[in-house]
Structures are given as C-alpha cells and as structure tokens.
C-alpha cells in the first residue's frame, strides 16, 4: 500500500475512473496517476493545492485518509470517514480510564518507552565512538547510566491513597523525570552530531537544520499515529499524560512519545551525520524569493516567519520517514514493519483500556 505526498505548489488532485490524477502547475508537465486501490494515505504538504469533491468522495470509500501538514512539518487537518468514530465500548472505558489506576499505569509506560528508546538510539550512535574517541564515549555512558536512573526512579512510583485521580497526584512527578531524561538524551544528541549542528531542541519557527527536519518528520508520524488510534477505536483527544485543551489531541501526543526516536530521530540524525544539506523557500514557492531569502537567513527578524523548508527537501524528508516505516523491527518475537507495530500497539491499548489485556511499549533494539 502507498502513502503519496503532494509537495508542489498549485497542484490538482481529482479522479478518473478509479485513478487519483495530479496535475501540475507547470502546463509542460505530464499528470500523474495512482491507482487508488493500492494507497492507503494521500499527504498534503504545500500550499494551493486544490481537490475535487469526487477524489474526497473515493478516498473515504477505500479507506484513504487525507492529511494536511503544514511548510514545518505540524497538521492541521485530517479528512477521514466518520464511521471510524462510531466505536462506543473502547471510548467510553478510555474516558473512565483517567480516574482509576489504568490512567496511571499507562501514562507511566509511555514515559518508560520513550525514555528507553532514548537511551537505545544514544547507545546505537554512541558505539561507533566507541574506538575513535574512547573518552566521547565514556562520557555519553555516564549520561545513559543517569537516564537509567530515571527510569528506575519513575518504575518506583506507586499510586498514593488519595481520593481524586491518581494521574492527577503523580502526572507532576512523571512529567518532571520524563523532562529530566529528556534533557540528557538532547545533551548527547549534541555530542553525538557534528560539532555545530545541534545546540537545544527547540519546536516551533527554527531555522535550526536538526530540528526544522525533527519537527516536519514528528509531522508525518504525528498523522500515522492519530490514524492508528482512529482504527482502534480510541478517542484522540482524550489522553493521559498531556493536560486535556479544547482542540489539544492529547492521546495522540502520549501515545506518540514511544515512537519518535525509533521512527523520526534515527532518520534525521543519520542524514545530519551524512551532510544532508537543508534547502530554503518562500512560501508561495517563488524561486528567485527563496534564493533572496536563503541568501540572508539571519538579516531580517521577519525572515523566520517567511521561509519554509523547500519542496526538495521536504519530499526528500518524506520519503525517508515514510522509508523507514517500511522497515522491519522485531516485535513481539517476530519482525514486523514498524507502521504495523504502531497499529498493533493501538489495539494493544484499546484492549488495555477495555481489561482485555496488558500494555507494554514498544522498544526497539540497539
């Protein structure tokens, strides 16, 4: 099955018979077909592209969900059959989740897969310094063994005899070792990288190489994940560990934690370490803008809210992110394709939600 990526500025998207046809801006440029049978998500990441009521119609008919992200890489709409929502059992046992001990068990083993995964991909990168810079290395392994004490630390938490929520007596305590962890892991990934290419994480309107391409690939996994828990019945604006806000999808934003090293920082940080060069553009696309503008990216204080991530480079991001889960990981003792696992993993918590079953993050291997 296909995930197609639409990048070009102006674009057409509509159907002939059971084709989704693209037709370009460029009038000297041929359109392009795809059976719609073999897609499974059309992504749209660039501005003026235009669809026909019919490809809309057709995509929800052969379970095609339609995502929009942004130039840096955050949706900002979803297109989906409203039948996904139709579940009653699976939602109605998420919601009353968040007041027992489930609420609390599974916040805490979204932060221990997360920070275990942290502490696998550092271990990954950190062993080819293992011989070429002995005291690098030694260094990076103090931190592990420190975020290895966090993860003994929030293991130990236990829910108090308290009234209200347990979430809501221990959420402070999670989130304060989940940050703690966190803030080592993006020490290392500093040490880890090429010397100036990576001083903090930082999300929204950098210019920053690593997190301009961390950012727009937690974009496309960011879609995969509310898609998975679409499927599964679960509701994804009712999370556990992120505070609930009107128009927040907080379980998204959970139960995505155990999966962005894996998925988008592994990618991003091997093409850092192989000079993957970041390209620059105006938004409506206009080359001799964008040349202007990547030609003074520090000049203007304006410029940050004007330039985007090129089409080049964004269709190359893509198609790395969504290369990788193709990629085979082992997982309940058997290799499985890692946008599957993220799909078996939303069963996985519907059933725990519904005491049908456990829930155990998905770890990957070093």
């Known amino acids: 099955m296909q995930i197609l990526t639409i990048n070009d500025y102006g674009t057409y998207l509509g159907k002939h018979s059971e084709r989704l046809v693209i037709k370009y801006r460029e009038k000297d440029r041929p359109n392009d077909e795809f059976p719609l049978m073999d897609m499974e998500q059309l992504i749209v990441s660039s501005k003026g592209v235009s669809l026909s009521s019919d490809l809309v119609e057709a995509c929800i008919e052969h379970g095609i969900e339609i995502s929009f992200i942004n130039y840096g890489g955050q949706p900002y709409a979803k297109l989906i059959s409203p039948a996904l929502s139709a579940t009653v059992i699976s939602r109605r046992e998420q919601i009353a989740a968040y007041k027992d001990e489930r609420g609390f068990e599974i916040a805490k083993r979204f932060i221990s897969g997360k920070t275990q995964n942290q502490i696998n991909l550092v271990r990954y990168f950190a062993k080819y310094r293992k011989k070429r810079s002995p005291s690098q290395y030694n260094e990076i392994l103090e931190r592990v063994h420190k975020m290895q004490e966090l993860l003994k630390e929030l293991d130990a938490l236990e829910i108090p005899n308290v009234d209200y929520s347990p979430i809501d007596a221990l959420r402070g305590l999670m989130l304060n070792l989940e940050g703690r962890a966190s803030a080592i892991y993006w020490e ?100 001799a803008r964008s040349a202007h503008q990547s030609s003074k990216p520090n000049s203007d204080n304006n410029i940050s809210e004007q330039r985007y991530l090129s089409k080049e480079t964004r269709h190359a991001m893509a198609e790395r992110i969504l290369a990788r889960l193709q990629e085979r990981e082992t997982f309940e003792h058997k290799q499985h394709k890692l946008i599957n696992i993220i799909q078996q993993q939303a069963r996985h918590l519907a059933m725990f939600l519904r005491k049908e079953g456990d829930y155990k993050p998905f770890i990957s291997k070093w």
């Not at 391409?213 to 879609?223: E, H």
């Not at 509701?235 to 992120?242: N, Q, V």
């Open 188 to 287: 290392c990934v500093r040490r880890l990288l090429p010397k100036g290419k990576f001083q903090k994480r930082e999300h929204r309107g950098t210019e920053d190489d690593v997190n301009v391409l961390l950012n727009y690939g937690y974009g496309i996994l960011y879609s995969q994940v509310w898609s998975a828990l679409s499927l599964a019945g679960l509701e994804p604006f009712a999370g556990f560990l992120h505070v609930d806000r009107p128009g927040k999808p907080s379980l998204v934003l959970d139960f995505i934690e155990e999966f962005r090293q894996t998925v988008v920082d592994k990618t991003v940080f091997a093409m850092i370490n192989k000079r993957f060069k970041v390209e620059w553009e105006a938004p409506d696309g206009d080359p």
